[in-house]
């Protein structure tokens, strides 16, 4: 049994197939997806296949990308929206310094404002980090107090970083791109974060992982990240199946699946 803990299925690149995208998926034995939210518009979209689709959860919230362009009745209804059934996270949330789509100071205010957020509904976050370590920690440690937990999502950094985050509550995402030949750093932080910290994504439809490479992603591939990283880490594809699984309904407070 897999989880996919983060996929963006509102995508258009799903419009003419998701229903059997999502087939495929439970064929491959994912049991949920996570579907993320990355501005009000697909938030609700988000919202809208958790209805559809029992094995679909969904978090909601304003990207960094999407930063610029958010007022102060979005956050209002980012809160409202949250507060709807099978919504389990405020995200994918925080800073991409590498795009750099939004002006930074505005994602930051925008980050910090659905920090605040994701404390006042008790959520955990789903935190996309890109080029933006330093500020990312700066930010989510001044909220170390509040017992705001969550996952990095697609994470970027090498093992150090990735102890950090795990030291202030959060978990560990694999993508797919651990599969890729030249992938050492995201290899050896697969390697070496704690089994009981990790995650597995797809960010589908991007970053599709060996064999798929440079196709479109979905959800049932997570099954060739999880058999990498079995694979790395010299144990079995069950154990790293079982244990990301259950990683995900602890943090975001699911029933394990049966
Ligand atoms: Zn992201
Ligand atoms: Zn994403």
């Known amino acids: 049994m897999l989880i996919d803990s983060h996929a963006h299925l509102d995508m258009k690149q799903f419009d003419s197939d998701r229903d059997q995208v999502i087939d495929r998926a439970l064929s491959a034995d994912v049991r949920h997806i996570i579907t993320v939210g990355i501005d009000i518009k697909s938030s609700l979209n988000a919202v809208k296949l958790t209805t559809h689709y029992p094995p679909i959860f ?19 209804q980012i809160a409202l929206i949250a507060q709807q059934d099978k919504i389990i996270a405020i995200g994918e949330i925080g ?3 590498f795009h750099n789509r939004s002006a930074r100071q505005k994602q930051i205010e925008v980050f910090i404002q659905q920090l605040a957020i994701a404390i006042s509904l008790d959520l955990p976050v789903v935190i996309h980090d890109r080029e933006a370590h330093t500020n990312t920690l700066n930010i989510l440690s ?63 439809p991007f970053l599709a992982p060996t064999p798929y490479r440079g196709n479109r992603n979905e959800p049932g591939y997570v099954t060739h990240t999880a ?3 079995a694979k790395l880490r010299d144990v079995s594809f069950e154990e790293i199946s079982y244990q990301t699984s259950k990683n995900v309904c602890q943090l975001f407070n699911l029933s394990f699946p049966e």
């Open 95 to 97: 800073l991409d310094f």
């Open 227 to 229: 058999q990498k990283i």
């Open 142 to 204: 001044s909220f170390k107090k509040s017992g705001l937990k969550g996952m990095i999502h697609c994470f970027s950094g090498d093992y150090n970083l990735a102890k950090t985050f795990i030291d202030m509550g959060y978990y560990i995402s694999i993508p797919g791109t651990v599969t890729f030949n030249n992938a050492s750093q995201i290899q050896d932080v697969a390697r070496r974060v704690p089994l009981n910290r990790m995650l597995l994504e797809t960010d589908a």
């Open 58 to 76: 969904a978090t909601i919230g304003i990207h960094p990308h999407n930063a610029d362009n958010a007022n102060n009745n979005d956050l209002e």
